[in-house]
């Protein structure tokens, strides 16, 4: 059994997680650590301070008793703003502190696309579009090509953990568009893990969202992705590995 540590910022869906790790029965262990919230806002001032080396590293102390083969920092927000090159620092802060390898859920985005071989994609924000301008250019300078965005002006992460799955679903063909080979939705405060297969067949295509990418790039860290029924295309034989 391989363990994947998860640097969560404040509760929303951090749920998801352990809800996941108790369907796969013990084939994967997703210890969750809470980080520290000045603000709960996605506004880039806030995120910015969410996503700082000092909350992380505190994070990643108190992880260190989980013995992590890998580390995520589940969250898109508080790593995209800081450009790619301040993600890759993020990471690699976490990793220095850990010994184990590290990526965040924006990395985790970028890395997911490559894997898939998809480059045209819609974006289903529940951020205002300010923060959701960051997500596209994060994106862009990975090599997709953003060709529709959606966004929703959510402002808080708690707000965004309410949103039913009928809400989850109607935000993603809201933002689908017929040149976009995946929808990608951008958020580890919203409740996605149990239901990607429905939201693929909403749209017709793969769907990748935020606690779904960060569980696979955890598992990716560490060597081939495994098989894994009810996540989505990303999980299908082959991809990643």
Known sequence: MVTVGLLYPGHSAEDDYPALEA???GEIRL????TSVGEDAHRVD?????????RLADGASELAAAKPDAVMWACTSGSFVFGPEGARNQASGVAAALGVPASS???AFVDALKALGIRRVAVAASYPEDVAVHFVRFLTA??????AMGSHGIITAAEVGTLAKDEVIAMVRAADHPDAEAVLVPDTAMHT??????????????VLTANQ????KGLQLLGPVPVLAGLGSLFATGVGK
């Not at 806030?46 to 000092?54: I, Q, S, T, Y």
């Not at 990975?142 to 060709?147: H, N, P, R, T």
């Not at 893990?193 to 793969?206: Q, R, S, T």
């Open 105 to 107: 859920t924006s990395l």
């Open 46 to 54: 806030a995120l910015l301070d969410l996503g700082r080396a000092e």
């Open 31 to 34: 210890p969750v650590v809470i």
């Open 142 to 147: 990975g090599g997709a090509d953003v060709v």
């Open 193 to 206: 893990l149990a239901i990607i297969d429905d939201l693929e067949a909403a749209v017709g295509k793969p």
């Open 213 to 216: 990418v960060t569980v696979w």
């Open 23 to 25: 369907r796969l029965d």
